[in-house]
């Protein structure tokens, strides 16, 4: 893949008689359309894509997955031929206006989309043969990119001045991000994990490459469940953009620094914390969030 710049910690100032301090890893900030975890967990899988003699990739994701357009984009400038089955068989009609689709098929993706209920036998032996048969050989990325190459890459994202830190927070949705930070993590570190969706599994996935114990889940932030937001996170978004000059995107990042300002005012953290929160990119998805808010008639994300 192309070179990453390197992402730079900000500062957030915050105002509070506890001196706890935030800061911010722009993740976001390495690579234009690979942004974040999602170019940490595709670089050693293209690797073993190439050494393998795979010319193909093939993976999944939702109608506005961060994953599907980083995998199309990377795949095109890497010299492979993507595929991505896409959860709904309605979408096939809505390539052309859903920003995340039309950006993957714009850089070469290859949809198939599948009901919900075969895309829930996505891991599953059989399943896959078929797709074999469909498609002939290809190499495998699962959903949300997490293996444990992608974990190997996560664990590139805390670097040595990261270990000042007391508290490095990050949000979670399949759980790869999380599990490099936790393997990198200093021994005085605490890792939260903000998840985005409500799933009793998390805690098991994680364990499945998490090689310490210093971590634990924030589960009071997802606002509902996966892709689903409110007026009050919407509102703060906006408000910590412009305060900040830092974007968040409402599924991810959005719902972890909302949930760490509601455990600053809550005194969780205690005195004197250093807190480092991991932008992990996502912003390709807020145009396609903003079209599902105006035709709820709410307040856009700006």
Same mark, same amino acid.
């Given at each position: 893949?192309e ?22 890893k ?9 942004s974040?975890?999602?170019?940490r967990k595709?670089k050693?899988n293209l690797?073993?894509?190439k ?6 990739l ?17 795949g ?14 309605e ?7 859903n920003?995340t ?8 993706m290859?949809f198939?989309?599948i009901?919900?209920e ?7 032996e ?17 959903e ?6 992608a974990?190997k890459?996560?664990e590139?994202?805390l670097?040595k001045?990261?270990y000042?830190f007391?508290f490095?927070c ?12 936790i393997n990198?993590s200093g ?6 994990? /903000? ?5 009793? /599994? ?12 210093n971590?634990?889940l924030?589960n ?15 509102a703060?978004?906006?408000? /910590? ?10 599924v ?11 455990l ?10 250093k807190?480092l ?7 390709q ?7 599902k ?10």
């Open positions: 893949m070179d990453l710049k390197l992402s730079k910690v900000q500062n957030i100032p915050i105002e509070n008689d506890k001196g706890v301090s935030l800061y911010v722009r993740e976001d900030l390495i690579h234009p359309f690979i974040g975890n999602k170019y595709l050693y690797e073993e894509a050494y393998k003699g795979q010319n193909t093939l993976t999944f994701g939702g109608a506005y997955s961060n994953h599907i357009a980083a995998t199309a984009y990377a095109k400038i890497s010299g492979f031929k993507t595929i991505g089955l896409i959860r709904g068989n979408l096939e009609s809505e390539v052309e206006v920003p689709l039309k950006f993957a098929h714009s850089n070469g290859q198939k989309f009901s919900r075969s895309y829930r036998q996505k891991a599953e059989e399943f896959l043969d078929k797709l074999k048969s469909e498609f002939g050989s290809f190499y495998l990325i699962p949300g990119g997490t293996n444990a190459l974990v890459g996560c590139e994202i670097q001045n990261d000042r007391d490095i990050c949000c979670v949705g399949t759980g790869g991000t999380i599990s490099g930070l990198t021994g005085n570190q605490k890792i939260l994990g /903000f998840p985005a969706l409500k799933d009793d /599994f998390l805690r098991q996935d994680i364990r499945r490459f998490a090689t310490k114990e971590w634990d924030i009071d932030y997802h606002f509902g469940g996966y892709g689903k937001i409110k007026p009050e996170l919407v703060f978004i906006n408000r /910590f953009k412009k305060n900040y000059d830092v974007p968040l995107d409402p991810y990042t959005g719902k972890m620094m909302y949930g760490i300002f509601d600053m005012a809550k005194d969780f953290f205690p005195k004197q914390s807190i929160a991991i932008h992990t990119g996502g912003l998805g807020i145009e396609g969030m903003n079209l808010l105006k035709q709820k008639g709410w307040l856009q994300i700006e």
